[in-house]
């Protein structure tokens, strides 16, 4: 073949020959998702890559390998049957920002499987949400993810298929900024869950009992009914704080009968990165005769804001710097609304242990820590700017029928952009969420970190109580194809899930 010599004609051919590589995922995306192809920038597509090439990046490259596959867990000496990445969590994937993950999951489960990066802004096609994304990772099979890692901040990774986060799949993925000065001694990845699976139920047959809706059943005396919960209430959350009945808590893949355990030296000062990978609990986070100064949330920094707890919505990330006295201290994730309690030990020196069920003021402090308090750091504040597109996005159902959805209407992943929200490239995006329900969610817009308004933090993921509602801005800079959803699996699954996605 001859090349042409003039620049644009070679452009073309190289074009085309790129395009026809990706003919076959583009038609197997659109027929999957019945997308008017031409209308919707697709995962694959050129915006998408002009996006990532745009991040230019480090050059560095982190491997990882992710098998999904049966396991056990102990938990003080039962033993769970379930599925993870080898451990519970898996390893923790760090890298610097800017540098290139390639992450290797294989499928040996005997069901379809994905990897979603939680809060990255990354290329659609790597975000793992089939099959608005890419095609599930079936059995015996494997997947390579690759994406730029561009903000720095912690992240964490879990499937974005059925329930499937109900159970151990999962660990943190922590960017690190090189340029920042951290003034900590130390760091501590503190991964908080709520867990049932090998124990009470599986999570598939927890949303069976749950889909069948809990009719008039509802009512405000605390009780287990099967794998519900009845009367767990919170204030912070406006109610309601949670229907699933588990009967475990864990930290870092620990239960409170064989506790998690930190050690540091007195007058330390560690950095926690503290994740919330449950699927219906808020914990309310504190450590014993200690104050917490939260700074950052979802990776972003914001204000330095000193706190005595942290309330942390599924999905969320919370950082805080603490200094530790000498002694032995509770780290306690409390269940909001639960009655039950994530515990840990940390370490500086010698003491009495602390009982699981100890007592302390941080708990019941009316300086919790909510994202309502939050400041954004300068440099991570968008610039002023109105609007150019508003977006209004409702959540709806209730409890009773267990019918959860978005804008009246349930989400279906065999049609996935019915429904869906759209926006253009370079947009200043106004985002209402209205929650037009009893009951709080966690909402989670995936690819973008939106700011609350009023100087608010920078997030992936916020609390939104009953019949409130929440505004963001973002700047639409990362185009494909975007789910967002509330971070309750099973109200995601059942159909409280949209999407926003780029128009051509
Ligand atoms: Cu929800």
């Given amino acids: 073949m001859t090349v042409p010599s003039d620049p644009r004609t070679r452009f073309l051919l190289t074009r085309r020959a790129f395009l026809g590589v990706s003919v076959g995922t583009l038609a197997t995306i659109a027929l999957a998702s019945c997308a008017p192809a031409a209308s919707w920038v697709q995962p694959d597509g050129a915006p998408v890559r002009e996006a990532e090439r745009r991040r230019g990046g480090t050059g560095k490259v982190t491997t990882a390998t992710l098998t999904a596959a ?10 769970a049957a379930t599925w993870a990445f080898g451990s519970i969590p898996a390893p923790v994937i760090r890298l610097g920002a800017g ?7 294989r499928n040996q ?7 979603h990066w939680h809060g990255l802004a990354l290329r659609n096609d790597m975000d793992g949400v089939p099959p608005v994304t890419q095609q599930p990772i079936r059995p015996d099979e494997s997947f390579d993810y690759e994406f730029i890692a561009s903000d720095p901040g912690t992240y964490w990774f879990h499937p974005h298929v059925g329930v499937q986060l109900d159970r151990g799949l999962y660990g943190a993925l922590i960017v690190e900024d090189p340029a920042e000065a951290g003034d900590y001694d130390d760091e501590w990845v503190i991964i908080l869950d709520d867990w049932l699976d090998g124990v009470t139920a599986t999570p598939d047959e927890v949303l069976a009992e749950l889909s069948r809706g809990m009719g008039t059943m509802t009512g405000d005396m605390f009780m287990r009914m099967g794998n519900t919960l009845m009367g767990a209430t919170s204030d912070l959350l406006g109610g309601d704080a949670g229907d699933v009945y588990y009967p475990t808590y864990l930290i870092n893949g620990k239960p409170a009968g064989d506790p998690a355990q930190f050690t540091a030296s007195p007058g330390q000062r560690i950095r926690l990165r503290i994740i919330n990978a449950g699927s219906d609990t808020a914990f309310r986070v504190v450590v014993g005769g200690h104050t917490l100064t939260i700074t950052h949330t979802d990776g972003f ?5 000193e706190v005595d707890s942290i309330l942390i919505g599924m999905g969320e990330r919370y950082d805080a710097v603490i200094t530790f006295a000498d002694g032995v201290f509770p780290l306690i994730a409390q269940a909001e609304g639960k009655r039950d309690r994530g515990f840990a030990l940390v370490r500086t ?36 700017r109105g609007p150019d597109r508003q977006i209004s996005i409702a959540l709806t159902g209730s409890m009773a029928a267990y019918d959860w959805g978005v804008d009246g209407r349930r989400f279906d992943m065999r049609d996935p952009l019915r429904g869906a929200h759209e926006i253009r490239q370079g947009e200043r995006v106004r985002l209402t969420i209205d929650n037009q329900t009893t009951m709080w969610h966690p909402f989670h817009l995936h690819g973008h970190t939106y700011q609350h308004q009023d100087g608010g933090p920078r997030k992936d993921t916020s609390i939104i109580l009953p019949k409130q509602t929440l505004t963001v801005d973002f700047d639409a800079d990362n185009p494909g194809l975007w789910v967002a959803h509330c971070h309750n699996i099973y109200h995601a699954e059942t159909g409280m899930t949209t999407v926003i996605g780029y128009r051509a």
């Fill in 301 to 305: 920094p914001v204000t330095p804001t």
């Fill in 109 to 115: 489960l005997d069901t379809d499987t994905s990897v």
């Fill in 349 to 384: 020196g010698d003491g009495s242990v602390p009982a699981v069920d100890v007592s302390v003021p941080e708990l019941d402090s009316d300086r919790a820590g909510t994202a309502d308090l939050l400041r954004a750091a300068g440099e991570v504040t968008l610039p002023t």
């Fill in 99 to 105: 540098d290139t993950l390639k992450a290797t999951v």
């Fill in 70 to 79: 049966p396991s056990a867990l102990d938990l003080a000496g039962t033993t």
